[in-house]
């Protein structure tokens, strides 16, 4: 049932002469978790009581929302996709919204979230990560036919790396859908 049906039968009860806490009963028992609360029963009683024959709700005073329009929300996806970098602020600035209209878009309608990249020493290009796993690989077929053992191996205990954060860390927050990878930063 939806509100409207059932302040109808809180209306018809009403006209019956049937006390507020007997209505609220039979909608506990009838609707379960559904039901109204026994405020709102008494609040339509009285309602009805007093001569109110409409059961819809009245016009509320202040303004609607009407900057969550499809053009506005194609805007900021517009924007985002340009440049992922932007803060709700810039966005703003850019589209004449309003800071809340500008949150609600991007993260009702289009579902982002943003997020703060990762930090990672070098970016490796395809041929030195492919030339990684034939080592990797020519390693372990050594170590499977026996003419190598672990003890043979001999690694390094600690790498060192120093970079400088250029600019804060929020500004290489990337705007991003759930369920996507963060975007990498490559540090020198």
């Keep these: 049932m939806n509100k409207e049906q059932i302040r109808a039968y809180i209306k018809l009860r009403t006209a019956l002469n049937m006390r507020p806490k007997s209505i609220f009963d039979e909608l506990?028992?009838?609707?379960?978790?559904?039901?109204?609360?026994y405020n709102t029963v008494v609040r339509w009683s009285k309602l009805c009581r007093e001569g109110r024959e409409e059961v819809e709700d009245e016009p509320r005073p202040g303004r609607p929302v009407t900057e969550t329009t499809s053009d506005n929300i194609e805007k900021v996806l517009h924007l985002i996709d340009n440049g992922p970098y932007f803060t709700i602020d810039e966005i703003q600035v850019e589209t004449g919204l309003s800071h809340g209209t500008t949150q609600r878009i991007?993260?009702?309608?289009?579902?982002l979230k943003k997020i703060t990249a990762r930090w990672i020493p070098n970016q490796l290009t395809d041929?030195?990560?492919?030339?990684r796993v034939r080592i990797c690989q020519e390693n372990l077929a050594k170590f499977n036919q026996g003419t190598w053992r672990l003890c043979d191996v001999v690694t390094g205990d600690e790498s060192w790396f120093y970079h400088k954060?250029?600019?804060?860390?929020?500004?290489?927050?990337?705007?991003?859908?759930?369920?996507?990878t963060p975007p990498t930063v490559v540090r020198r």
Excluded: M, Y
């Design 106 to 111: 991007i993260s009702d309608h289009l579902k």
């Design 127 to 131: 041929s030195q990560r492919a030339e």
């Design 165 to 180: 954060q250029l600019g804060r860390k929020s500004s290489n927050a990337a705007w991003t859908a759930s369920g996507e």
């Design 28 to 37: 506990c028992t009838a609707l379960r978790d559904q039901a109204p609360s």
